[in-house]
C-alpha cells in the first residue's frame, strides 16, 4: 500500500480551500495526490469523472494530481463519491488522498447529524474546520442543521454564536467520530475571512 496519508477534512468554513492548500502543500514535496470526496463537492476544471481506475491511475502518473469523482445524479455541476472499489484500486499509486467528507452548504459552522461525517474507512488524519466569521451572529441563521443542535443541546433561536457554541460544535463532532469508530489523528483547524481570502490557524 503506497499511500502515506487519507486526510478527511469535514466541519464548515472552508474545506475546499484547505483541500487546495494540502495539495500544493504534497506537491510542492514531489507526491502524488488524489483529491475526492465521500459526500458531494462542486466539479473544478480537469476533473475525473470517468470512474475509470485506469484514468485516474494514469493522471496521477503524469500529472502527479486528480480530482476524482462521480457525477452526480441529478446534477452536472457536483460531484459524489467514487464508488469503493476505485478508491481503493488507488490506493497503491497516491501518495495522498483528500477527501471532502462532510457537507456544509456554504455555511460557516455546522452541527453533524448522527450519521455524519462519513468517513472513509482507512482514513489516517481527521480535519475539523470551525469558522470564525459569523462570531456575534444569531446561532439560528449561520449553523448549518441549527435545529439539531437546538433539539440536541438546547441552543436557544436566540443565541448569538460565541467561541463556546464553537467548543460545543467541536465536542460532538469528536463524539461521533469516536461512535464511528475512528482512531486516527484528529486536527483542529479555525478559519477566518480576510481580504487575502480565507485564513486557516491550527489549534
Not at 441563521?141 to 457554541?165: P, Q
Request: aromatic share 10%.
Amino acid at each position: 500500500m503506497k499511500v502515506k496519508n487519507i486526510i478527511s477534512v469535514i466541519g464548515a468554513g472552508g474545506k475546499t480551500s484547505l483541500l487546495h492548500k494540502m495539495s500544493d502543500y504534497y506537491l510542492g514535496k514531489k507526491e502524488t495526490v488524489l483529491l475526492t470526496t465521500t459526500t458531494h463537492m462542486m466539479l473544478e476544471k480537469d476533473t475525473d469523472i470517468s470512474c475509470d481506475i485506469f484514468s485516474i491511475i494514469e493522471r496521477l502518473k503524469n500529472d502527479k494530481y486528480c480530482m476524482a469523482g462521480k457525477i452526480c445524479d441529478g446534477s452536472n455541476k457536483k460531484i459524489q463519491a467514487l464508488p469503493l472499489e476505485i478508491l481503493k484500486g488507488i490506493m497503491p499509486y497516491a501518495d495522498n488522498i483528500l477527501i471532502e467528507a462532510d457537507g456544509a452548504k456554504h455555511y460557516s459552522l455546522k452541527y453533524p447529524l448522527e450519521s455524519e461525517p462519513v468517513i472513509f474507512e482507512f482514513t489516517t488524519d481527521v480535519y475539523l474546520v470551525l469558522g470564525l466569521w459569523d462570531i456575534g451572529k444569531y446561532c439560528k441563521d449561520v449553523i448549518f442543521r441549527f435545529e439539531d443542535m437546538s433539539f440536541e443541546l438546547g441552543t436557544k433561536a436566540d443565541e448569538k454564536v460565541t467561541f463556546e457554541h464553537i467548543k460545543q460544535i467541536q465536542k460532538v463532532y469528536e463524539k461521533r467520530l469516536r461512535k464511528l469508530g475512528f482512531k486516527g489523528k484528529m486536527h483542529y483547524i479555525y478559519s477566518k475571512k480576510t481580504d487575502d481570502g480565507i485564513v486557516f490557524l491550527k489549534e
